[in-house]
């Protein structure tokens, strides 16, 4: 009944959002994300002790700012993805716009896979739904929702300008597929990783278990490995960045998944460090 009632929920949402004017919809989502902030004590002790830990010349004045403005972002994720998952394609590319797309084009004349990185960071899933209306689209690959329900519908969201979505089941042989196909494959790296295969990678100066997934997989299918975020430039609307494509270590090196995600992982890192207030602070990354 749980799982119903939050299904409803949404899809009552996603009806008044489609009706609300973008200015409305930034409203929304600030209102939402200070909701959280000051009523989800345990995530909000769990972001102020990350920023701390990571910004410890910062006074307690901006540390707790950062954290409040964290809460807020993602409130506004929410309702902007609710949002333009009622938008028309041409509705989605009036509200972008890309910068170092160059990248991807020269990779996809390769004829190589491309492997997208990127964390927890900035509107992620709006520039998924975007990228796949003027670049190629790609294969997602995501972790299962708690409810299922609300994994179909947010599922649905996901593909519906063309991308694709893959669970973590078998992930290593279908990525690895997919980028010897030249397919391009989306992971997110900011997140604890559970079991033997983790690596640690230095993250704000802290070991952090992370996939060795792309890494991995990258070199051997010839696969470019390009960052990308998605900025907030106002008015509703985003700014999509393709970085460089990360140069992987020398072959012969001992630990080059180790490296090879140590060099993606540190642009990540780079991207937070300038716009704090736009990462998943509320997330355990370092246990």
């Not at 749980?2 to 009552?12: G, I, P, T």
């Not at 993250?203 to 998605?230: D, H, M, N, Q």
């Not at 998944?257 to 540190?266: K, S």
Request: glycine share 6%; charged share 25%; net charge positive.
């Amino acid at each position: 009944m749980r799982h119903r009632v939050e299904c409803w929920v949404v899809r009552a949402l996603v009806v008044f959002v489609r009706l609300m004017p973008f200015a409305m919809v930034h409203f929304c989502g600030t209102s939402l994300g200070r909701a959280f902030f000051w009523f989800d004590r345990s995530h909000r002790k769990i972001a102020e002790q990350n920023v701390l830990e990571a910004f410890p010349s910062r006074s307690p004045a901006e540390r707790r700012q950062i954290v409040q403005r964290a809460f807020v972002h993602f409130g506004q994720l929410l309702f902007a993805l609710l949002k333009f998952s009622t938008l028309t394609p041409e509705e989605i590319l009036a509200r972008v716009e890309f910068s170092g797309d160059e990248h991807v084009r020269l990779a996809q004349e390769r004829g190589k896979g491309i492997l997208f990185v990127t964390g927890h960071f900035g509107f992620w899933e709006i520039q998924a739904l975007a990228h796949a209306l003027k670049l190629r689209p790609m294969t997602v690959l995501a972790r299962t929702l708690d409810n299922p329900r609300l994994n179909d519908l947010l599922e649905r969201i996901r593909t519906r300008t063309g991308n694709g979505v893959v669970y973590r089941r078998r992930t290593i042989r279908r990525v690895m597929r997919l980028l010897a196909e030249g397919q391009g494959v989306g992971i997110l790296i900011d997140q604890h990783t559970l079991g033997n295969d983790a690596i640690q990678v230095e993250f704000f100066g802290r070991p952090a278990a992370t996939t060795p997934v792309g890494a991995a997989l990258a070199p051997p299918t010839g696969a470019s490995v390009i960052p990308l975020f998605a900025l907030p430039i106002g008015a509703g609307r985003y700014r999509l960045m393709y970085e460089h494509p990360v140069v992987p270590p020398p072959e012969d090196s001992e630990h080059r998944v180790q490296e090879f995600t140590q060099r993606c992982t540190d642009v990540l890192e780079m991207y937070v460090r300038r716009n704090p207030e736009l990462w998943l602070w509320m997330h355990r990354r370092w246990r």
